[in-house]
């Protein structure tokens, strides 16, 4: 017997037909003997739907009540598992953030979790009960409703896994595994057998929807084993552990199958960034400082970072990028702190997107970003912005060219099947 989290996707709940579907297979897995719970998401597209309603009522509204909002969704389906699940014999209830509780800080529509507490849970599950639990949602010392962020489900599914000592963590998507690239963009993508952790990390940080980023930092961290499946299966279908996902596993398991690994893991892109330039800012210690000091406090994360060489000495440009959802926000903070900052122009651009190139191969070869350059440029394809890591070269480009460089980058690098 083993003690196995299942989570859900927005997709994979999308409707009465969809949650009926699930709860089929969750019940199958209690029928084998595991011990299970189950994290879910809203219903697709019901978080954008109660996120627009927060944005209508105050644009620049307090995140506390964005996540007494925005929470609902996951709250609704939870029940309505639940509910399913009894309906076709299964003991089962649902469990709200609140109830265990899951303990997160106070930074409101970005919470990280700091404690699960587990005992009524667990003793709930040994009792044969399915645990059905919100994702995305948690509370905190002063007991109020925080949210995770986009894609915070999978890190609750994460975390509750690492709680339970769970042997597994399997996260049903509506796609059967982890590509080389999204196949809706590059039919030749093939599906990875296994993905390193921090392969995986780097995929979910550039795009990949696959993953959320946490999640995968999370399951690194906790040592926690991860399997992405599909839930758009056959009523029929086997147990979990013998459908063909993708693992998530470590380098160190991975050693034995190097024949079979390539230079670059897979190609992602992301399009829910925006650009920010401010013009003209004093060439001084600590310029930097008090543009990403301010940010840093507001919880707005900066991605990519580019300074001018300064003019004369006097002025430089900064050029650097947020999360499209915190663009807003971004542009109030530098507003609110222009006279400590002193550029004399702030500028955006919403219309980018980031294309990354991604593989532990990296690390031992030379002239991968030389390649992705030379791709790019072969196509006119013009780079704003780029940056790098071990294993991840990254350049922002025009998103209506999105397509494109994600084939081109495909077929440069060997990838198509």
């Not at 690194?220 to 499946?229: A, F, P, S």
């Not at 079979?260 to 060439?283: F, H, M, S, W, Y």
């Not at 922002?396 to 494109?404: A, F, G, K, V």
Request: glycine share 8%; proline share 3%; with cysteine.
């Amino acid at each position: 017997m083993a003690r196995i989290v299942m989570k859900f996707g927005g997709t994979s709940m999308a409707g009465t037909e969809r949650i009926r579907r699930v709860a089929g297979i969750v019940r199958r897995q209690q029928e084998a003997g595991h011990e299970v719970a189950v994290v879910v998401s809203a219903m697709s597209g019901e978080t954008d739907r109660l996120v627009n309603f927060c944005r209508e009522a105050n644009a620049l509204y307090d995140p506390a009540e964005y996540d007494v909002v925005v929470a609902s969704g996951e709250q609704v389906t939870s029940g309505l598992l639940a509910l399913t699940l009894q309906s076709i014999g299964a003991k089962a209830r649902s469990w709200l953030g609140w109830q265990l509780p899951i303990r997160t800080d106070d930074a409101h529509a970005k919470a990280r979790i700091e404690a699960i507490d587990t005992d009524e849970i667990l003793a709930s599950m040994a009792r044969g009960e399915i645990a059905v639990i919100p994702g995305f949602q948690g509370l905190t010392a002063d007991n109020r409703i925080t949210t995770l962020g986009r894609g915070g489900s999978d890190t609750s599914a994460v975390a509750v896994a690492a709680a339970l000592k769970a042997d597994r963590c399997d996260i049903y998507t509506d796609v059967d595994g982890v590509y080389t690239t999204d196949p809706r963009i590059v039919a030749k993508a093939r599906k990875l057998k296994n993905v390193t952790y921090e392969e995986m990390l780097e995929l979910a940080s550039v795009g990949s929807k696959v993953l959320q980023t946490r999640s995968v930092s999370l399951a690194m961290k906790e040592k926690v084993r991860v399997q992405v499946l599909s839930s758009f299966i056959d009523e029929n279908a086997p147990a979990a552990d013998t459908l063909p996902g993708t693992m998530i596993v470590s380098d160190e398991e991975l050693e034995g199958l190097d024949m079979e690994r390539q230079l670059i893991t897979g190609i992602a892109a992301d399009k829910n960034d925006a650009k920010v330039i401010l013009t003209a800012v004093p060439d001084r210690p600590g310029a930097v400082s008090s543009i990403f000091g301010p940010l840093a406090a507001a919880n707005i994360n900066v991605d990519m970072i580019i300074q001018n060489v300064g003019r004369a000495d006097t002025d430089t440009d900064v050029t650097f990028t947020v999360p499209a959802a915190d663009l807003d926000r971004t542009v109030a903070v530098l507003e609110e702190n222009r006279e400590t900052i002193r550029y004399e122009k702030l500028s955006t651009d919403p219309k980018v997107a980031k294309i990354s190139v991604v593989g532990v191969g990296m690390r031992s070869h030379a002239g991968v970003a030389a390649m992705m350059f030379k791709a790019l440029a072969d196509r006119g394809i013009n780079i704003q912005a780029i940056s790098t890591s071990e294993i991840k070269v990254s350049v922002l480009i025009d998103s209506d060219e999105t397509e494109l460089a994600v084939r081109l980058l495909h077929t440069a690098y060997g990838l198509d099947g």
